[in-house]
Structure formats: C-alpha cells, structure tokens
C-alpha cells in the first residue's frame, strides 16, 4: 500500500509543544481563589459564591476527609447533582491529594451507584441528603452530607496540603464501554491540565467570562467546564431546569450537538465561543452557529481526556474537520497493521502524547488492548485507539468519518452509518440525521425536524451511495431523543423505528 511521506505524517500529527503554567489542576484554581478571593466563582438559582469562599468551605471539606482517613492517592465517591456542593467536593478531594469519581446519583441506578464503588475502591461517598438513601453502603464506608457541610458558618482556617505531581490521578470517569460495562478511566492532572491550559482547549476563559456547566457530572465534558473555568478565574454559571436560560446569560458554552441543536442562536447574545464534541456535529448547525461566534468542533474518547483534537470552523471552510492535534500530542492515522495511512487515505485515530489517561482502573487485560507503547514517540510513552475513522485533507485537518463501532454489514455489505447520515443532512431543511441498524436486512434514519420532506431525503441518499446503503424507513421528528449526558439516545430511536418498520412491511406485503 502507499503510505503517507514521514514529513507530512510528522508535519501534520505532531501538536505544538508548550510548556503549562500549572501542572495540577487544584494549583491553578486555589491561585485564583488567593488573587481573586471577592471575585465571583460560581452562580446557581440566583446566589452567588465567591472564589473565597469556595476556597474555605473546600478547605474545611478537606480537613474533614483527612480526619476520615482520605490520603492522597485514594478515590472519593462524588454522587450528586450540580450545585455549589458537587463544585467544593471536587476541588477539597483534589486538595487532598485524591482522585474524584463523579456520578449524576439522580440518573445513575443504585446497582450502578454500588458497582463504581468497588471497581474504584471507595471507602467515603460525598453526597447530599437527596440522595444518601439510594447508597448501599458496606462496613467501612460512610457519605458525607456536603449540603450541610455547605449550609454551615464556618471560621478562616489553615493547613497544610500535600504534595501532588502531575501523575497523580485528578478523576476517574467511568464509560458505557463496548461491553456495556462500565469502565473506569483513570485521567492524571497532566492530562487535564494540557487541555484546559492551553489554547485552543482554554477556549478564552478569563475573569470575567462567564462559563456555563450545563453537562452531567459524570460526562468527561463537564470537566473541561469546571475545572476549565475556575482555573482561569472565570464565573461558573450552572443551570437549572431550563438549559436555555442559562445558556442567555454565558459567554462560553461546552456541548455536544445534540444540546446545541435544542438552542435559539436569538436568545443566546452573550455567547462568543462555543466548543463542541461527544458525537458528530451535522454541518448546517456548525455553519448556524459559527456565523455568530467562535466555534470549535472537537473529538476525543474519555481516554485522551475529552478532546485530543480541537480547531475553530468557519462557515465558509470546506470541510467541517475536527482539528489538528492540541498541544503536546500526537494523532497518527494508521491501517489495520497499525502503518500510517497515505495523506486522504481513511484509517483508524490513534492518540499519543500528554492526552493519553493512565488506563482503565482495575482491568489490566483491557488497557493492554486499547493501551500500545507508542512506536512514533517512544520511550516510555503510550498511544490509545480511539476507534474513530479519519482522514487528513491535504492541509492537515482531520475529515472524521464515524466509529469502528458504527460500520454494520446490512445484506452482507459493509456501510458506515454516520456516511448515510451525512448524506441526509444535505437534504432541503435538515438540521440533524440519525441511521440505525435495525436488522440484517434494513437501515432506519432519523431527521429533524418534523418539516423535513423524507422521500427527498431518502432519495439524496439513493442518489449518493450505494442501494443497499438506502434506509427502507427515514422518520421525521421534531427533535431527536438526548440521552442523560446530552448525546442521541439511540435506545430510544431503536425502540421507536422498530414498530413503525414493521407496518411499513405488513403494508407492502398487503399490497404484494
């Protein structure tokens, strides 16, 4: 096969190196709590803490996980929902020395709830009182009522932290997984903060900039949105029930595109920057909002610590890329015997450099799976296979072209569905395109919104690919179903497409 020339492989995978300003993240936000202790650091439902605040009522939290035997390296359980508590949690377990684990305990099941706790080895829960019946708790462990913890006068007080290195483990998030089973992955303070320290990943936060956290707590995204804010002295505005109200009021916003595409560019005047990944973005919605602000379209597994590639599109750009490497990384484009793919040839995403976590918790067979030594950079370094489908333009950007996960054979052929669904997308008036597998026999898609003309968009596809790469069933909605960390809830559309599939055939065998 023809492989890419080692200049260009090298020219355009390799990021630009840049030394960090700090290399733990809590350094960085107790930095800005010290010079901007008046400042305002957090909003939520109407009342507002300052960056001194949080640093005292994290302080005390701190003090109190170290009288309950919480020691740097361990993992404390944070299961809540937004709110100043979740906000103080994270940042007295990081002052510790620990490494937080995250869950919505509003949306986690308890079974779930119980499974975190022993892959991660959880001793102390930090919870509120909403939610402290829901733990199941064995001899040995206990939770902490942090909203009480919150509510109390509590005196200035000092102490003595620990030490931490950037290869201390700063959280540790659990995914799906392939299996269906979660996955903890564990995420170094070097991994995070050579996303959110440096540009473009720190997206202009700036005191002074409010930043919106409107992603579950345990979506890797909504660590880019809190720790990104208060480590730049930024206001953390966190929403309520209504995104869109919170959304009015911010400078910053972090998504993915199937919260974006809920959004009214009109009541969003505030918004200057705009950073999406987690799923493909259609690029009618790229173009809706990059007419009004700096847009960025981002990509990126848990495992290289939320996005590992990152660059600002602009409307009239000929590709809707997901970027180029972000500082100090490395994005190798390689074939099935893990050889770089010629420039414009597709192959699979591997990530290498500061990005690339410390594996899965617990599950050595896996991380040795997904985790190689990195033959480009060597040493001691790791790259990660991100599973995702890529291209280089020849000018450096990456074309993504879906998942590994996402190719399905259908009548014995093979067919991408993110291909189909961007197929769809350039139909007359659709914003957003869904394709599912639905049996061996048959693709269903799913367009937004209710308006769009879905026999046009059936025959945009049958004009542009192959026949068998033709949904037998294209569904208009009015919006697509979003799941609880705000992607497309593909369950829910399997779930609606099958009855409606099934009618269409008995109607054909009726007239047959």
């Given at each position: 096969?023809?492989?890419?020339?080692?200049?260009?492989?090298?020219?355009?995978?390799?990021?630009?190196?840049?030394?960090?300003?700090?290399?733990?993240?809590?350094?960085?936000?107790?930095?800005?709590?010290?010079?901007?202790?008046?400042?305002?650091?957090?909003?939520?439902?109407?009342?507002?803490?300052?960056?001194?605040?949080?640093?005292?009522?994290?302080?005390?939290?701190?003090?109190?996980?170290?009288?309950?035997?919480?020691?740097?390296?361990?993992?404390?359980?944070?299961?809540?929902?937004?709110?100043?508590?979740?906000?103080?949690?994270?940042?007295?377990?990081?002052?510790?020395?620990?490494?937080?684990?995250?869950?919505?305990?509003?949306?986690?099941?308890a079974p779930m709830l119980r499974q975190v706790m022993d892959s991660a080895s959880i001793r102390v829960v930090l919870?509120?009182?909403?939610?402290?019946?829901?733990?199941?708790?064995?001899?040995?462990?206990?939770?902490?009522?942090?909203?009480?913890?919150?509510?109390?006068?509590?005196?200035?007080?000092?102490?003595?932290?620990?030490?931490?290195s950037d290869s201390d483990l700063c959280y540790v998030l659990y995914t799906s997984g392939t299996t269906g089973q979660?996955?903890?992955?564990?995420?170094?303070?070097?991994?995070?903060?050579?996303?959110?320290?440096?540009?473009?990943?720190?997206?202009?936060?700036?005191?002074?900039?409010?930043?919106?956290?409107?992603?579950?707590?345990?979506?890797?995204?909504?660590?880019?949105?809190?720790?990104?804010?208060?480590?730049?002295?930024?206001?953390?505005?966190?929403?309520?029930?209504?995104?869109?109200?919170?959304?009015?009021?911010?400078?910053?916003?972090?998504?993915?595109?199937?919260?974006?595409?809920?959004?009214?560019?009109?009541?969003?005047?505030?918004?200057?920057?705009?950073?999406?990944?987690?799923?493909?973005?259609?690029?009618?919605?790229?173009?809706?909002?990059?007419?009004?602000?700096?847009?960025?379209?981002?990509?990126?597994?848990?495992?290289?610590?939320?996005?590992?590639?990152?660059?600002?599109?602009?409307?009239?750009?000929?590709?809707?890329?997901?970027?180029?490497?972000?500082?100090?990384?490395?994005?190798?484009?390689?074939?099935?015997?893990?050889?770089?793919?010629?420039?414009?040839?597709?192959?699979?995403?591997?990530?290498?450099?500061?990005?690339?976590?410390?594996?899965?918790?617990?599950?050595?067979?896996?991380?040795?799976?997904?985790?190689?030594?990195?033959?480009?950079?060597?040493?001691?370094?790791?790259?990660?296979?991100?599973?995702?489908?890529?291209?280089?333009?020849?000018?450096?950007?990456?074309?993504?072209?879906?998942?590994?996960?996402?190719?399905?054979?259908?009548?014995?052929?093979?067919?991408?569905?993110?291909?189909?669904?961007?197929?769809?997308?350039?139909?007359?008036?659709?914003?957003?395109?869904?394709?599912?597998?639905?049996?061996?026999?048959?693709?269903?898609?799913?367009?937004?919104?209710?308006?769009?003309?879905?026999?046009?968009?059936?025959?945009?596809?049958?004009?542009?690919?192959?026949?068998?790469?033709?949904?037998?069933?294209?569904?208009?909605?009015?919006?697509?179903?979003?799941?609880?960390?705000?992607?497309?809830?593909?369950?829910?559309?399997?779930?609606?497409?099958?009855?409606?599939?099934?009618?269409?055939?008995?109607?054909?065998?009726?007239?047959?």
């Open positions: 096969m023809q492989h890419s020339p080692l200049n260009a492989f090298r020219r355009f995978g390799w990021g630009v190196q840049q030394d960090l300003s700090y290399t733990c993240v809590h350094d960085a936000i107790e930095a800005q709590c010290l010079q901007r202790a008046e400042a305002p650091a957090m909003e939520y439902m109407g009342t507002t803490w300052s960056y001194g605040r949080l640093n005292l009522y994290a302080t005390h939290l701190a003090i109190q996980l170290r009288t309950q035997g919480i020691r740097p390296g361990d993992r404390v359980g944070i299961f809540m929902q937004r709110g100043f508590a979740m906000v103080v949690s994270i940042l007295a377990v990081l002052k510790l020395g620990a490494a937080y684990v995250p869950q919505d305990a509003g949306v986690a099941p919870t509120t009182n909403a939610f402290a019946g829901k733990l199941n708790l064995a001899a040995g462990e206990m939770a902490v009522d942090v909203d009480a913890h919150c509510e109390a006068t509590l005196p200035e007080v000092s102490w003595t932290k620990p030490q931490v979660p996955n903890g992955v564990m995420v170094t303070h070097r991994n995070v903060c050579n996303i959110i320290h440096t540009a473009p990943g720190n997206l202009g936060m700036a005191p002074g900039q409010r930043v919106g956290q409107i992603l579950n707590i345990g979506f890797d995204m909504a660590a880019w949105e809190i720790l990104g804010c208060l480590s730049h002295g930024a206001t953390l505005v966190m929403r309520g029930k209504d995104i869109l109200e919170t959304v009015s009021r911010v400078n910053v916003l972090i998504a993915t595109p199937s919260i974006l595409a809920r959004l009214d560019p009109q009541a969003c005047p505030e918004l200057q920057t705009i950073a999406l990944a987690g799923e493909p973005c259609p690029r009618p919605l790229a173009e809706l909002w990059a007419h009004r602000c700096a847009f960025y379209n981002g990509c990126g597994p848990t495992e290289v610590t939320i996005v590992n590639t990152l660059a600002r599109f602009h409307a009239a750009d000929a590709v809707l890329s997901i970027g180029t490497p972000t500082p100090n990384n490395t994005v190798y484009v390689l074939d099935e015997e893990q050889q770089p793919c010629a420039i414009g040839e597709i192959g699979e995403m591997w990530a290498g450099g500061d990005c690339v976590s410390a594996g899965y918790i617990g599950n050595p067979a896996l991380t040795a799976e997904r985790y190689r030594p990195d033959p480009f950079l060597g040493g001691y370094r790791n790259m990660f296979r991100t599973r995702d489908l890529v291209r280089w333009t020849p000018e450096g950007q990456l074309e993504h072209f879906g998942r590994v996960d996402d190719q399905v054979k259908v009548r014995g052929f093979r067919v991408e569905l993110d291909a189909v669904s961007t197929i769809l997308e350039r139909s007359p008036g659709c914003q957003r395109a869904v394709t599912l597998k639905a049996n061996d026999q048959d693709l269903v898609a799913f367009v937004t919104p209710a308006s769009v003309d879905t026999t046009a968009a059936q025959s945009q596809v049958r004009q542009a690919l192959q026949y068998y790469c033709v949904p037998s069933l294209v569904l208009a909605l009015d919006e697509l179903p979003i799941t609880a960390r705000g992607k497309v809830d593909k369950q829910a559309l399997q779930a609606l497409a099958l009855p409606h599939l099934a009618a269409q055939k008995a109607r054909a065998g009726a007239l047959a």
